[in-house]
Nanobody, 130 residues
């Protein structure tokens, strides 16, 4: 069973930055889709960013383009989300997620938008104050 453990959330003022990390363990896949999605109270899940490990191709939601960067460190089995220029509307629980069955096209397209991954972590809270 794949395990995903997020860290790095917290409280920050608008305009600030945070870097989320996701440690991945117990996986045996060579190429797979990883990403981040978020969910605020009373709102639907929103796909934030994805990366296809085989090619490094990425997807970003329009709401975070130019501000967030997804990256991976294969040696450390860790996924990152660098979040800059944070806004109050970025406040949410952020989840790291993975799906070994998605190909690159779905990962960086509809999958990124729907964020219906097969595995996810417990989440880390990000709160941005104005």
């Amino acid at each position: 069973q794949v395990q995903l453990v997020e860290s790095g959330g917290g409280s920050v003022q608008a305009g600030g930055s945070l870097r989320l990390s996701c440690a991945i363990s117990r996986y045996t896949y060579s190429s797979y889709c990883m990403g981040w999605f978020r969910q605020a109270p009373g709102k639907e899940r929103e796909g934030v960013a994805t990366i296809y490990t085989g090619s490094g191709s990425t997807y970003y939601a329009d709401s975070v383009k130019g501000r967030f960067t997804i990256s991976q460190d294969n040696a450390k089995h860790t996924l990152y989300l660098q979040m800059n220029s944070l806004r109050p509307e970025d406040t949410a629980m952020y989840y790291c997620a993975l799906d070994p069955t998605w190909g690159r096209t779905y990962c960086t397209g509809a999958g990124g938008y729907r964020a219906d991954f097969g595995y996810r972590g417990q989440g880390t809270q990000v709160t941005v104050s104005s």
